[in-house]
């Protein structure tokens, strides 16, 4: 897709609400959300002053194929890998481009997040390895983000990044500094609802070795970061960092508001 397209949390076609007062026309990229979306009264297109491109991955009900508009805007509609792909615009090369270059990553994405959930991630279970002590000055975070695995329902990968640089080498200092302990607990009745819940592997690299650290965030009991050395409480310079590689800019995350994190 261009670059010059933004992370978002909707897309104009939904939150008709905001269309009218926002004033972004940059085109736009949905991002792994945890919240709703209002789409109360949405019309099935916007007028035309007021259309703006975009991509958007897992749609509901989404379907593959086209469905034309006036003035050449069409929404275009791919399944990859069981995941739908919506593009809003009204440059068809383009929309094609951008369909094309989606490709089925099989066992691991392009940032080595294995698209399976890892078993290490199973509630009780803890890494294995040196702890993040032992490893050395920080050169680069691996985080893989997971949906939590419910009974009779396969768990699926929601987003993975790498974080590099200076980022890095503070968000290692964040999760080295955090005391130990659990906590805090979720205030929020989220904690409640699994299916609302994300767990994260992330993978620090050091100038000694690598290490693995669970992250739970969405539990009631169990928040916590996990080398399996040292459990340690979530910080709001822990979570900060976390919560905006992986998730839209203003994520709908509880466990912020309880760490004052906004």
């Known amino acids: 897709m261009p670059d010059s397209w933004e992370d978002s949390t909707y897309t104009h076609v939904w939150a008709c609400g905001d269309r009218k007062s926002a004033p972004n026309r940059t085109p736009l990229v949905g991002r792994p959300w945890r919240g709703p979306t209002i789409t109360i009264g949405c019309p099935a297109v916007p007028p035309l002053a007021e259309r703006v491109p975009h991509l958007w991955f897992d749609e509901p009900?989404?379907?593959?194929?086209?469905?034309r508009f006036d003035h050449g805007w069409a929404t275009e509609v791919r399944i990859v890998g069981g995941v739908s792909l919506s593009v809003f615009s009204a440059d068809?090369?383009?929309?094609?481009?951008?369909?094309?270059?989606?490709v089925w990553t099989g066992g691991t994405d392009p940032n080595g997040c294995t698209v399976g959930r890892p078993a290490v991630l199973g509630d009780g279970q803890r890494p294995t390895g040196p702890g993040l002590a032992a490893i050395g000055a920080v050169t680069s975070i691996r985080v893989c983000a997971y949906t939590y695995q419910l009974p009779g329902a396969p768990s699926f990968?929601?987003?993975g990044l790498q974080i590099s640089g200076n980022a890095a080498r503070?968000?290692?200092?964040?999760?080295?500094?955090?005391?130990?302990?659990?906590g805090p607990a979720t205030r929020s009745s989220n904690c409640e609802h699994p299916q609302?819940?994300?767990?994260?592997?992330?993978?620090?690299?050091?100038?000694?070795?690598?290490?693995e650290l669970v992250v739970r965030y969405a539990t009631c009991h169990s928040n916590g970061t996990d080398d399996g050395t040292t459990q340690r409480r979530l910080t709001k310079d822990t979570m900060v960092p976390l919560s905006q590689v992986l998730?839209?800019?203003q994520p709908v995350l509880p466990i912020l508001d309880d760490l004052g994190a906004r």
């Open 196 to 211: 609302d819940r994300d767990d994260l592997l992330v993978t620090v690299n050091g100038e000694n070795g690598v290490q």
């Open 247 to 249: 998730y839209a800019k």
């Open 92 to 102: 068809a090369g383009l929309r094609r481009r951008i369909l094309d270059s989606a």
């Open 61 to 67: 009900e989404a379907k593959a194929g086209i469905t």
């Open 157 to 159: 990968f929601r987003a």
């Open 170 to 182: 503070q968000l290692g200092d964040a999760l080295r500094a955090a005391p130990a302990g659990v």
